[in-house]
């Protein structure tokens, strides 16, 4: 008897390890793939001499980054990877310039950065991003 209770408590213990084990939403890698995706609008402006100190032109893939993410110019340089949530074209752009009225998330692209995801004509896009 005393045997029986004791694999009877022990399987309770490996079933409810291994239920919460399986039912995890998420690995810890893909966890951290989600915290590196934003989301917002994206624009386009012409450019010039960025806040990263570079001349750019219209057709530079290059993007100006918002306010609350550039911090002091951090982001200098580095590769996004922009997708437009409507059409799924996806292109990748550097940041050169930031974008002081862009909100959290959002991203002012050169033309042709913006051409590659829709028509100029749009003006704004829904856009994801993560750094490449």
């Known amino acids: 008897m005393?045997?029986?209770?004791?694999?009877?408590?022990?399987?309770?213990?490996?079933?409810s390890h291994a239920l919460l084990t399986v039912s995890r939403p998420y690995s810890t890698k893909e966890a951290r793939a989600l915290e590196r995706r934003y989301?917002?609008?994206?624009?386009?402006?012409?450019?010039?001499?960025?806040?990263?100190?570079?001349?750019?032109?219209k057709?530079?893939?290059?993007?100006?980054?918002?306010?609350?993410?550039?911090?002091?110019?951090?982001?200098?340089?580095?590769?996004?990877?922009?997708?437009?949530?409507?059409?799924s074209k996806v292109v990748k752009a550097k940041v050169t310039d930031e974008c002081p009225s862009c909100a959290y998330g959002s991203l002012d692209l050169s033309?042709?950065?913006?051409q590659a995801l829709g028509d100029l004509d749009t003006g704004v896009l829904p856009i994801s991003w993560e750094w490449a």
């Not at 005393?2 to 079933?15: E, I, N, P, R, V």
């Not at 530079?60 to 409507?86: F, L």
């Not at 033309?111 to 913006?114: D, G, L, M």
């Open 2 to 15: 005393a045997h029986s209770l004791f694999l009877l408590a022990f399987l309770a213990f490996f079933m």
């Open 39 to 57: 989301s917002g609008k994206g624009t386009w402006f012409i450019p010039d001499t960025g806040a990263c100190g570079d001349v750019n032109s």
């Open 59 to 87: 057709s530079d893939y290059i993007v100006a980054m918002n306010y609350a993410q550039y911090q002091n110019g951090s982001p200098c340089h580095k590769m996004v990877v922009i997708k437009n949530k409507s059409n």
């Open 111 to 114: 033309p042709a950065a913006f």
